[in-house]
Nanobody, 121 residues
Framework: QVQLVESGGGLVQAGGSLRLSCAAS????????MGWYRQAPGKRRELVAF???????NYVDSAKGRFTISRDNAKNTVSLQMNSLKPEDTAVYYC???????????????WGQGTQVTVSS
């Protein structure tokens, strides 16, 4: 069984910064793409950023220039550095990873439990 555990959410004023981290643990053979999604109240969950195992990254337009995603393949972790935060960034942020379990033959989409990010104006 694989667990994704997020940390680093909280309350911050507009213009401030937060760093989210996510660690995958369990019987992991390989992790493909890792990413961060967010869901604001009354809205659909949206992709914020993802990073492949080769280090290629992609961001939602609203995050470009402000957020940076990174990963440590040796530690099975992914982080999201968020700068210049805006009230509209307020949401629950979820870690996501495509994980192949030990002894498995395909990748499974796994989710963390979510961490709240609140940006006050």
């Amino acid at each position: 069984q694989v667990q994704l555990v997020e940390s680093g959410g909280g309350l911050v004023q507009a213009g401030g910064s937060l760093r989210l981290s996510c660690a995958a643990s369990g019987s992991i053979f390989s992790i493909n793409t890792m990413g961060w999604y967010r869901q604001a109240p009354g809205k659909r969950r949206e992709l914020v950023a993802f990073i492949t195992k080769y280090g290629d990254t992609n961001y939602v337009d609203s995050a470009k220039g402000r957020f940076t995603i990174s990963r440590d393949n040796a530690k099975n972790t992914v982080s999201l550095q968020m700068n210049s935060l805006k009230p509209e960034d307020t949401a629950v942020y979820y870690c996501n990873a495509e994980i192949m379990f030990s002894g498995g033959f395909s990748y499974t989409n796994s989710w963390g439990q979510g961490t709240q990010v609140t940006v006050s104006s």
